[in-house]
């Protein structure tokens, strides 16, 4: 029962993660759109192309997009979304975002969180996979040491009286 417990745990940490990834808020290129930005969420830029392309994005106020590092996709939508950039904002609030690419080309850009954010999801799930299983096998051994323990003692108090 605690086997499945942890499976389940950890599929839906995982599942979450994921969801929680993908862009919520999706725009065109040279589309200019209004982002609610908290920096606890950790948001990140995405983009969903057939092609590669060159692009340019821009962010309002004294919030900075930074590249990432590696590459991050996430699949959703029947869309691949790879994050190509995160926004480094001061404070919570609303910024204008824009990006453009140079390329004719099926470009969509999204705004969604750091993939790197979602490690905590993940390992959450992953603890929930080994750690409540492992519970439940801790319990069921002490548990039987303790039967077989007192069963032991009864037949000494068996033997001693009869």
Do not use: H
Not at 30 to 49: L, N, Q
Not at 51 to 80: D, M
Not at 96 to 101: A, D, E, I, S, V
Request: glycine fraction near 14%; include cysteine; hydrophobic fraction near 45%.
């Amino acid at each position: 029962m605690c086997g499945i417990a942890g499976v389940l745990l950890f599929a839906g940490g995982v599942v979450t993660s994921v969801t929680d990834l993908a862009p919520t808020r999706t725009f065109a290129s040279g589309e200019s759109v209004t982002v609610s930005v908290d920096p606890a969420e950790k948001p990140g830029v995405y983009i969903a192309s057939d092609t590669q392309v060159t692009y340019n994005c821009s962010i309002s106020g004294q919030a900075k997009l930074a590249k990432t590092t590696g590459s991050q996709k996430v699949t959703a939508g029947g869309a691949e979304w790879e994050q190509f950039l995160v926004i480094n904002a001061p404070a919570k609030g609303d910024y204008q975002l824009t990006c453009t690419n140079q390329e004719q080309a099926a470009v969509r850009y999204g705004v969604g969180r750091d993939a790197f954010s979602a490690v905590g999801g993940i390992t959450g799930g992953l603890a929930a996979l080994f750690l409540i299983p492992g519970a439940g096998l801790l319990i069921a051994i002490g548990g039987t040491i303790t039967v077989l323990v007192r069963r032991s003692a009864a037949r000494k108090r068996l033997a001693v009286s009869g």
